[in-house]
Nanobody, 120 residues
């Protein structure tokens, strides 16, 4: 089992920045790929960014160049640095661990989510 706890969400004006953190406990964090997903009201959960066990990264086109995913295996923590935020980035953001994939079904463990709200 892996337990995940996200933090760092909040309210920010358009153009601002936030840094999300995801702390893992339980089984070895470094054995898993890690992903960030988001879900806006009335929409399906969507892939935002992912990082493999070896540090390879991938991003949704909508956030490429603005968001950066990273991980610190020694601290069992993953991060999502979000810059140049837009109102359309407003959503609940979830971290997850599992296979190296953009599909939510390939991630076995999920955090509870943290709200990000971007005002115009």
């Amino acid at each position: 089992q892996v337990q995940l706890v996200e933090s760092g969400g909040g309210l920010v004006q358009a153009g601002g920045s936030l840094r999300l953190s995801c702390v893992a406990s339980g089984r070895t964090f470094s054995s898993y790929a890690m992903g960030w997903f988001r879900q806006a009201p009335g929409k399906e959960r969507e892939f935002v960014a992912g990082i493999s066990r070896r540090g390879g990264t991938g991003y949704a086109n909508s956030v490429k160049g603005r968001f950066t995913i990273s991980r610190d295996n020694a601290q069992n923590t993953a991060f999502l640095q979000m810059n140049s935020l837009k109102p359309e980035d407003t959503a609940v953001y979830y971290c997850a661990v599992g296979s190296d994939s953009r599909s939510a079904r390939d991630y076995a463990y999920w955090g509870q989510g943290t709200q990000v709200t971007v005002s115009s």
